[in-house]
């Protein structure tokens, strides 16, 4: 009798493990935080109108930005991009995400992730693209934010007393066709920039 009771509790326990593991990785992931796009970005969500410059034709600009989740989450996905437009001239533009591999500096090892379709605008706003950019992101992790427009010159909204350098790539191609990595030749646009641009992390 005292073996085959033995038997019994030696076969159970390694199942009531199993149950007791399994359940406590149900409530593990139940208290994972979701990101929340009101609060969560890669960019910056403050409107900044000081000065007004219009971007070169195909030319990118890109600005590096470890994203900011004060929600709380570690991961997510991005959704929509807003781009503020500092003119009442009708212009033109595409906002794009790249992942940066770890140097901080622009190069082949920096892959888009997402970019919007042509943002259009004629008036003084936060521009929103129509569809989300999709993606996954980390929130630990740096990620250059780049806007390209076409011959229409987007003027943006930007300050020159921010803590961001600017990089600029002047090309003839990279609004019509947005490269899939950051290789080539990148000149400095401004070394101490903020701008009014931001893509959604949901």
Known sequence: MI????AIILFATPVMGMNLHSAMMMVTKQQAVACSS???????RTKITSIAAALEQQDMYCVIYTPDCTSGCTTGTLG?????????GSDNAKVCVYSDDGDGI???GDLKIACSGVMASSSVEWKKSTEKLTGSITCASPYWLCVTTDNTQWTIGYQNTGDKSAKVQVSDSMYTSPPDNLTGTWDTYDNSMDWSVYVEIE
């Open 80 to 88: 929509y991009a807003y781009l503020y437009h500092n003119s009442t």
């Open 106 to 108: 622009r190069n082949v």
């Open 3 to 6: 073996a085959l009771i033995l």
């Open 38 to 44: 009101s609060t969560d970005e890669v960019g910056n």
